[in-house]
C-alpha cells in the first residue's frame, strides 16, 4: 500500500522551479561583514542539492535566509511563487542535533509541530501519520519511548518524522547528521535519500563533506569566501538510486577530486 505521506508535497510537477534565489547578498551591520554577494540559485521540484564549501563562506547564512529567519540585504527569494518574509509553513527544517523534547514520547515529539500550529484536536488526529512516518524510518516499535532511550541516529530518524509530518514543500537540512559516526551517517543518508525518492521532496543540504554530498546530491553549489560566492554548481550525473558502493568508483572519485580541487582554489583566495 502506498503511505498517505507519500504525496507530492507542493502539488508542483517534477522539475518545476520551487526556489528563486536572485541576486541575493547578505552584509551583517555589526561588523560589516559581507557574508554573501549575488547568490543566484534555482531549486527544481524533487532535486536534492547540497552547498559545500570553507568554513565561513556563508552556507549557513544562506540557509537561514532560504528559511527565512534573516532577511537579505538585497536580492529576492521566491518560494513556491511567494517572496520568503519570515518563517513558513511549507519549509522544513532539520539540524545537527535532534532537538526533541525530553518529556514527550517519540510520537508525541512527531506530532507537536502539528500541535503548535493547528491545536491538540489537530495532533491527535495526525497521530496516525506520525505511526506511519516512525514505521517508514524503521522506528516501528519505538513510538511511546522518550527521546534519552533512543541513540542518535534514532532520534534523528524522528527528527526527520517531525520535519516531515507537515508536508514542507521544500526541506533545508543543516548538517543533520554529522554529529553521528560514520557508518550511522552513511546509513542515515541512504535513507534520506529513499524519503526524499518516496516523497519527491526538494531538498537543500549544507555539508561539509564532499562524499557526503556527491552521494546524495543532483547538484552541487561549491561556494568560496570573502565575500561567500557561488563558485560554481557541479551537477553529479551519477545514476540514481544512489547506492554506498558507487563511492568506490572512478567517476565517483573523479567529481570528489574536482570539488576539492575547486575548494583549494576558494581557500588560495
Ligand atoms: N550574526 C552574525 N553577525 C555578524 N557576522 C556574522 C554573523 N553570522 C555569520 N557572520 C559572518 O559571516 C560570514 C559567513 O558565516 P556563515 O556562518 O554563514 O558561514 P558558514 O559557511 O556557514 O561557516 P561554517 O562552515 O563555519 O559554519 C563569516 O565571516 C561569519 O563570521
Known amino acids: 500500500m502506498t503511505p498517505a505521506v507519500a504525496s507530492d508535497y507542493s502539488g508542483a510537477p517534477l522539475g518545476a522551479p520551487v526556489y528563486e ?34 568554513s565561513g563562506c556563508g552556507k549557513s547564512t544562506l540557509l537561514k535566509i532560504m528559511a527565512g529567519l534573516i532577511p537579505p540585504s538585497k536580492g529576492r527569494v521566491i518560494l513556491q511563487g511567494e517572496p520568503v518574509r519570515g518563517a513558513r509553513r511549507d519549509i522544513g527544517m532539520m539540524f545537527q542535533q535532534a ?5 514527550k514520547t517519540a510520537v508525541e515529539n512527531i506530532v507537536l509541530p502539528i500541535e503548535i500550529r493547528d491545536g491538540k484536536a489537530a495532533a491527535n488526529k495526525a ?9 517508514i524510518v524503521g ?15 534514532m532520534a534523528q530518524r524522528a527528527s526527520i518524522c517531525r520535519m516531515l509530518i507537515t508536508e514542507p514543500a521544500v526541506l533545508l537540512l543543516d548538517e543533520p547528521f554529522s554529529a553521528l559516526d560514520e557508518l550511522s551517517r ?17 531538498a537543500f543540504l549544507v555539508t561539509h563533506s564532499i562524499q557526503e554530498a556527491v552521494i ?14 557561488i563558485a560554481e554548481i557541479v551537477e553529479v550525473d551519477l545514476p540514481r538510486p544512489r547506492t554506498l558502493d558507487m563511492m568506490t568508483t572512478p567517476k565517483f572519485g573523479a567529481i570528489v577530486d574536482h570539488i576539492r580541487g575547486q575548494l583549494d582554489k576558494g581557500e588560495d583566495m
Do not use: H
Request: hydrophobic share 35%; charged share 25%; proline share 4%.
Open 21 to 54: 534565489l536572485t541576486r541575493v547578498s547578505k552584509t551583517y551591520a555589526r561588523n560589516s561583514v559581507v557574508a554573501l554577494e549575488d547568490v543566484d540559485l534555482t531549486l527544481r521540484k524533487g532535486s536534492f542539492t547540497s552547498v559545500i564549501g570553507s
Open 99 to 103: 532537538t526533541l523534547f525530553p518529556w
Open 127 to 135: 497521530m496516525d501519520k506520525a505511526y506511519e512516518l516512525l514505521e
Open 139 to 153: 522506528l516501528k516499535g519505538f513510538e511511546n519511548v522518550y527521546p534519552n532511550e533512543l541513540s542518535g541516529g
Open 186 to 202: 552513511d546509513m542515515m543518508n541512504m535513507e534520506l535519500q529513499r524519503i526524499c525518492r518516496e516523497q519527491n521532496a526538494t
Open 216 to 229: 546524495l546530491s543532483d547538484d552541487i553549489v561549491v561556494m568560496k569566501p570573502r565575500p561567500g560566492r
